[in-house]
């Protein structure tokens, strides 16, 4: 768990994590366990109390962007494709945690797997994988032309 | 002329805005992110005015892409729930009157979504509408595209697979069609 502070200071800097009450628990070696407390704002199906897809998503993002961020060498990063399976519905009332392993990492393209479990660690509640640009983890100058992205999910 | 004088298209329309806002009200989550519906006869337009609280990265700034994800599945499960109350209230077998925060229908879930980021979303409002491209008994595969100022420049899309509600009883006979125009 090295180097805690440049991506425990994503999180703080991240207005919408901020909304959904996030908790950086760990971070480091390109792994990433963020938590998301149940909260009455946050559900999708009032007649069960299960928060919505969404804000599993939102933390799911969240998660796997900060386990590129803790990839040696990482200075930004963005979404580029996210895909994410909803295996049951959380209960209601208890946390979501969420754990993100950046397994590889090319120059440009950062492949992230995470899960999501409520407080009953046995069947996820949600998996997603996705791809995310790696900026800062070029030896040669950035390709790209666009304008500056540096931390954050966009 | 015959039988009795059809209702002013207002009142038809009013009481459809009604049920929509209705649905749309019930789930905290789409209040929480601020979405808005927008509705011309049976399409639905997504609005999710910008906020503060939705940005993910301060330094550009861009919205979430969390939110983004969000905003693009709302879009869906509203698309569509809206469609089968859509159904239901043309054949009649919906009175829209009834759909009140006490009686919502109940919710397709999401199976799995994949989003696909095409451009940051900037600091400004943003839209979506989904497609429905299949819906059968059991499941439905809705696409969606997002956009800001320029339609033809989405910021994101995306395609779910949804689990549908199943109707309270498929057996039961359906009552003689009163097409609520």
């Known amino acids: 768990m090295a180097d805690i502070s440049p991506a ?22 390109s792994k990433a366990v963020i938590s998301m407390p149940w909260a009455p704002h946050l559900v999708g199906d009032p007649a069960t109390g299960v928060i919505a897809g969404g804000a599993v998503s939102a933390l799911l993002d969240t998660c796997c962007g900060a386990a590129v961020m ?6 930004g990063t963005a979404t580029l494709d996210l895909r994410i399976d909803y295996m049951r519905a959380a209960t209601p009332g208890q946390r979501i945690t969420a754990r993100a392993e950046c397994f590889h990492a ?17 069947l996820p509640v949600a998996t997603a994988q996705g791809a995310f640009t790696m900026e800062g983890n070029a030896k040669k100058p950035k390709v790209e032309g666009k304008p500056a992205k540096s931390e954050g999910t966009a | 002329m015959r039988g009795a004088k059809p209702e002013p298209v207002q009142v038809i329309k009013q009481r459809r805005d009604t049920a929509l806002r209705n649905l749309v009200a019930g789930i905290p989550y789409i209040n929480f992110l601020g979405i808005q519906f927008d509705r011309r006869g049976d399409e639905l337009t997504a609005v999710l005015p910008f906020q503060d609280k939705l940005i993910g990265n ?26 089968i109350l859509w159904e239901e209230m043309e054949q009649g077998t919906l009175d829209p009157r009834k759909l009140d925060a006490a009686h919502l229908p109940r919710l397709p ?14 600091p400004r409002d943003a839209y979506a509408r989904a497609r429905i491209n299949r819906s059968g008994r059991r499941y439905a ?11 033809a420049r989405l910021f994101a899309q995306a395609t779910g697979h949804f689990l549908l509600p199943s109707r309270d009883d498929p057996t039961a006979p359906t009552p003689a069609p009163t097409p609520e125009a």
């Open chain 2, 141 to 151: 595969s809705v696409h969606v595209e997002a956009w800001q100022d320029n339609r």
């Open chain 2, 109 to 122: 879930k999401t199976i799995d979504f994949t989003v696909d980021y095409l451009r940051s979303g900037l």
């Open chain 1, 8 to 29: 425990q200071q994503f999180i703080a800097a991240i207005p919408h994590a901020k909304a959904l009450g996030l908790q950086l628990e760990e971070i480091g070696d």
């Open chain 1, 106 to 122: 090319t120059r440009s393209v950062a492949f992230v797997r995470a899960t999501a479990h409520d407080e009953d660690s046995g």
């Open chain 2, 58 to 83: 301060p330094f550009l700034p861009a919205i979430h892409g969390g939110v983004t994800s969000a905003f693009l599945e709302v879009t869906a499960v509203i698309e569509l729930s809206w469609s």
């Open chain 1, 70 to 75: 803790s990839h040696p060498g990482a200075k």
